[in-house]
């Protein structure tokens, strides 16, 4: 069991974000699972990996990458201080996040996402129990980071590049989930009633998950409490504490 960084890392490798995994483990070099997907996205996905985390960030800081679109992390924190000033000097740099972080002072546009509870969805804890998350009232100014890249595909379809995303609401997107990502077939009435449905993973014939997660592909952070995450750096009480100040 793989203890993630954030409090919805494994919804996010449930979901493909890995660079060798479409959704639901199935393999990039799969060529079923990737006609699947390529029907589903209006798409023709490649067979090859792309990078994981820590090879996008050397390629930016090395020069070989351009531009770079940060999604809730801080990359520029655990770079030091040369890495972070070559991220700083990307042709482009987008950083969409709650906070203005090391790497968001360091971006050319600035995308401001609500935090899990301003928005409705869905998130999956480390032991794979899918729960409900209900937003506590509306807010202005800042987006949800599915309303962001939502609105940012179709700006983007204008212009000839990719497909946009048709959905609408994270009750769609759930539905979509469901019906094509293997280990989420579950009942959305069931999550209504605020219970936890489990995911599970398919197994082959030998009793064991279908695909697994290449080596290296989930490391550690080498962090606490008080430096991980995107909320405890900003909460004055946390950082209060005997132990924050031996940490710094």
Known sequence: MALGDYANSRG??????????LPGYLSVEDAKAREL???????NLPPAPGLDSRSMLQGAVTGRIKALYVVGANPAKHLGTAGAERLGKLELLV??????????????????????????GTMTN?????????????????RSDFDILRILSHQLARHGLGQPVRLRTPEAVFEEIRRHVPGYRLDWA????????????????????????????IYSNNDSLFTSGSLTPYCRMIQSLREAEARS
């Open 126 to 142: 480390t032991a794979g129990e899918v729960q409900l998350v209900r937003k506590a009232s509306d807010f202005m100014g800042a």
């Open 37 to 43: 997907f390529g029907k589903l996205w209006g798409s």
């Open 190 to 217: 069931n999550l209504l009633t605020g219970r936890a449905a489990f995911s599970v993973p398919e197994l082959n014939t030998n009793g064991h998950p279908a695909a697994s997660v290449s080596a290296g592909a």
């Open 95 to 120: 950083v969409q996040d709650l906070y203005l972080t090391e790497t968001s002072r360091l971006a050319d546009i600035i995308l401001p996402a609500l935090s899990a509870y301003e928005k409705d």
């Open 12 to 21: 996010a490798a449930d979901m493909g974000l890995l660079p060798d995994h």
